[in-house]
T-cell receptor, first 112, second 112 residues
Framework: SQQGEEDPQALSIQEGENATMNCSYK?????LQWYRQNSGRGLVHLIL?????REKHSGRLRVTLDTSKKSSSLLITASRAADTASYFC????????????FGKGTKLSVKP | DTGVSQNPRHKITKRGQNVTFRCDPI?????LYWYRQTLGQGPEFLTY????????KSRLLSDRFSAERPKGSFSTLEIQRTEQGDSAMYLC??????????FGQGTRLTVV
């Protein structure tokens, strides 16, 4: 499967703690993207990291990419209850003609 | 609102009926994706278009599913002879080439 895996499947933390989610994939990628989905809502794009980048920041988010290990991680620092959502990584496979494939996601619960 | 628009938001249909969903992407986006999502799972890729060309269709997609994007603008997804297993959220997204995708709120299909 092109989807690869995300772990953990579920993560429960206290407000103020950091949350780390991981994503692995199986074949070469054009870029890797992270999305958030609140319950019953559409997906919202968080951050995109290109295959030639190793780390990227956006506010409280930090994404790393290790192409040798075919893995990425999303770190949310100083989490808030409002960060409670499902987080998905998505990859573009197949170069410029490739499609956008999602993993199964990590369900994050941040308790106040 | 210039985001991705999907209609209808909800659809209840009897098994065996045909249904059609519409997606209006962001106007300058040349890519359009369709996904299906069931509870607790990530979005499952169905098909995508680059302008009016349907570039890829999931091998998991039965022949009862068909999508069109005439003139490279809005898209329709039709499911013929619906089955209970088709019950899911159908998500549409659009993007410019391989950069971040913007999602609509989805169409929730219930087959009874």
């Amino acid at each position: 499967s092109q989807q690869g895996e995300e772990d953990p499947q579920a993560l429960s933390i206290q407000e103020g703690e950091n949350a780390t989610m991981n994503c692995s994939y199986k074949t070469s990628i054009n870029n890797l993207q992270w999305y958030r989905q609140n319950s019953g809502r559409g997906l919202v794009h968080l951050i995109l990291i290109r295959s030639n980048e190793r780390e990227k920041h956006s506010g409280r988010l930090r994404v790393t990419l290790d192409t040798s290990k075919k893995s990425s991680s999303l770190l949310i620092t100083a989490s808030r209850a409002a960060d409670t959502a499902s987080y998905f990584c998505a990859r573009i496979y197949g170069g410029s003609q490739g499609n956008l494939i999602f993993g199964k996601g990590t369900k994050l619960s941040v308790k106040p | 609102d210039t985001g991705v628009s999907q209609n209808p938001r909800h659809k209840i249909t009897k098994r065996g009926q045909n249904v059609t969903f519409r997606c209006d992407p962001i106007s300058e986006h040349n890519r359009l994706y369709w996904y299906r999502q069931t509870l607790g799972q990530g979005p499952e890729f169905l098909t995508y278009f680059q302008n009016e060309a349907q570039l890829e269709k999931s091998r998991l997609l039965s022949d009862r599913f068909s999508a069109e994007r005439p003139k490279g603008s809005f898209s329709t997804l039709e499911i013929q002879r619906t089955e209970q297993g088709d019950s899911a959220m159908y998500l549409c997204a659009s993007s410019r080439q391989t950069v971040e995708a913007f999602f609509g709120q989805g169409t929730r299909l219930t087959v009874v």
